[in-house]
């Protein structure tokens, strides 16, 4: 496991999909509801295409994205020429590991980037470390409660059976990922000086959904899904959970 090159084109597939969609607002909109109202330094580690420096940025954070693919810094780069120049000049872009990012920051970010690591525990201390005290740690994990889902909402009865009994997803269309749950990434955060604020699922309804919807439909899904997402029992099986911590002051 891990990333490499070869992900890229797969990942940057499903992009622009509904679930990808519907990732970003409830991410975005959990973010802005619990960052200070002020603009914030962000880092977002792993960044990769800065879709979510970009959303920040246009909500008037500083955003720097830290990413060791240059093929997703490319992206990045892409997708920030089609910005405005307020937001363009909000979104620095880093190329290079988390391990060697330095200073410390009101925000750190880290979205789906754990499932590609074999242990999380570097990662997590370093992400600590980058957050000043009293700011606040986002992280978005694939939800290793919930892992066979996405393959039993789909009809894969055999995926979803082999899934569940191996504790991780198992399928030949998936990237090899490595599942978290919010009860052991929340032990490691307060073990490491972070405490969980507030979590919530991510794609309780539409993990499973290739189409995209548009406009209206898009709204009330994106609003569907916030809401499923800060309920139990719904949350709990999400594909994804987003977990936002504290530093201890
Ligand atoms: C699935 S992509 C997620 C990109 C983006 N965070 C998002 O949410 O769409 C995973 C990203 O993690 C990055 N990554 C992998 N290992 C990393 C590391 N040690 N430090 C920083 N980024 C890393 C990859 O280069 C890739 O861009």
Redesign the pocket.
Known sequence: MG?TADLVPA?LAH?RNLASSVRFALVTRALLGNLPDRPCEVM??????A??AIMLARAGHRVTV????PL?IDEARANLAGQDAAVRDRVRLVHG???DAAGEFDVVCC???LA??EDPQP?LTRLVALTRPGGLLSI?ALNGDAIAMRSGLSGDWAEALASLRAGRQVGARYLSSRPDTVGDLGGRLAALGAQVRTWHGVRVFTDHIDDDVSGAELADVVELEWQAGLRDPYRGVARLFHLIAERDA
């Open positions: 990333w990942y992009t977002d580690a792993g960044g990769g295409h879709v979510q830290v990413d060791p693919d997703m590991h988390v391990d979205h789906s980037v590609y690591v990662m978005l």
